[in-house]
T-cell receptor
Framework: GESVGLHLPTLSVQEGDNSIINCAYS??????FIWYKQESGKGPQFIID?????DKRQGQRVTVLLNKTVKHLSLQIAATQPGDSAVYFC???????????FGKGITLSVRP | DVKVTQSSRYLVKRTGEKVFLECVQD?????MFWYRQDPGLGLRLIYF???????EKGDIPEGYSVSREKKERFSLILESASTNQTSMYLC?????????????FGQGTRLTVV
């Protein structure tokens, strides 16, 4: 079946280093891909999205890369800070009703 | 700021009880969603609604129903709570557009069924 998944369950990085969080998807009909961040005790919060007709999109300290050939999505965080510690979810949207399918999530832990 | 408010942060209910989880949003969004979040499984869509009195099943609707009588309120109902429905429940809302619009989430309700 169609699914969105993450390669690694946890990622530990040194403060100041760059982080790369990866995600695989299988639904080639998805037209948007989104990254969410969930801090402890809170609901997921939007970080950045990318349309399926784009390869790269940059935000503040974050970059999302989309490789449709291998159905791979990544989130790059520059100069990772302690406040970046959270669970990160990738999600894909298919169809016109904004229904999102989420991956399983990966925990990012930032070492001081 | 968009606000999605879930009525309870924590709930403890007994097996067989009828449980209501309430969600209210203040941004006049047409779309509203209920997800459950379990470790290792991510967020799974239970039901969603794209208009008042409209609802559609998500990926795991069994054992749940929903109600959308007013645009700002979307209720999730567990007809007869079971222990396997112990989970974190998340409500979200978004505007309806052909492309993607950001979904805003509530803080979650952690439900324990004993």
């Amino acid at each position: 079946g169609e699914s969105v998944g993450l390669h690694l369950p946890t990622l530990s990085v040194q403060e100041g280093d760059n982080s790369i969080i990866n995600c695989a998807y299988s639904n080639s009909a998805s037209d948007y891909f989104i990254w969410y961040k969930q801090e402890s005790g809170k609901g997921p919060q939007f970080i950045i999205d990318i349309r399926s007709n784009m390869d790269k999109r940059q935000g503040q300290r974050v970059t999302v890369l989309l490789n449709k050939t291998v159905k791979h999505l990544s989130l790059q965080i520059a100069a990772t800070q302690p406040g970046d510690s959270a669970v990160y979810f990738c999600a894909e949207k298919t169809g016109a009703n904004s229904k999102l399918t989420f991956g399983k999530g990966i925990t990012l832990s930032v070492r001081p | 700021d968009v606000k999605v408010t879930q009525s309870s942060r924590y709930l403890v209910k007994r097996t067989g009880e009828k449980v209501f989880l309430e969600c209210v949003q203040d941004m006049d969004h047409e779309n509203m969603f209920w997800y459950r979040q379990d470790p290792g499984l991510g967020l799974r869509l239970i039901y969603f609604s794209y208009d008042v009195k409209m609802k559609e099943k998500g990926d795991i609707p069994e054992g749940y129903s929903v109600s959308r009588e007013k645009k700002e309120r979307f209720s999730l109902i567990l007809e007869s709570a079971s222990t396997n429905q112990t989970s974190m429940y998340l409500c979200a809302s978004s505007l309806p557009q052909g492309g993607y619009t950001e979904a805003f989430f509530g803080q979650g309700t952690r439900l324990t069924v004993v």
